[in-house]
């Protein structure tokens, strides 16, 4: 059984920063790719960063790419995901989830397993 949970969303201005954080239960987070998405009021979910088993390979979204970064600790079993210079088009519920393989990729479809998601809030 895998359990994500994440933390770390809150309430922050333009401009401001925010790191989120992403504990997985098991044994096996090493083995697979991670990914971050979110899903803003009225909009569909979507791809924000991912990143390989083992941290050598990150991709992101175009939105976020150059503010955002996302890393992992094998040794902790966690996720991050570093977001600087915060838009208000940011503001969305943010997921972590695993992929079913090492590589990973932007496909929320090939992700079998979610977090319960974290808010995060960024106002103008």
């Known amino acids: 059984q895998v359990q994500l949970v994440e933390s770390g969303g809150g309430l922050v201005q333009a401009g401001g920063s925010l790191r989120l954080s992403c504990e997985a239960s098991?044994?096996?987070?090493?083995?697979?790719?991670m990914g971050w998405f979110r899903q803003a009021p009225g909009k569909e979910r979507e791809f924000v960063a991912g990143?390989?088993?083992?941290?050598?390979?990150?991709f992101y979204a175009y939105s976020v790419k150059g503010r955002f970064t996302i890393s992992r600790d094998n040794a902790k079993n966690t996720l991050y995901l570093q977001m600087n210079s915060l838009k208000p088009e940011d503001t969305a519920v943010y997921y972590c989830?695993?992929?079913?393989?090492?590589?990973?990729?932007?496909?929320?479809?090939?992700?079998?397993?979610w977090g319960q998601g974290t808010q995060v809030t960024v106002s103008s």
């Open positions: 989830a695993r992929h079913r393989a090492s590589p990973g990729s932007s496909l929320d479809y090939e992700y079998p397993w």
């Open positions: 990143i390989n088993w083992n941290g050598g390979n990150t």
């Open positions: 098991g044994r096996t987070f090493s083995d697979y790719a």
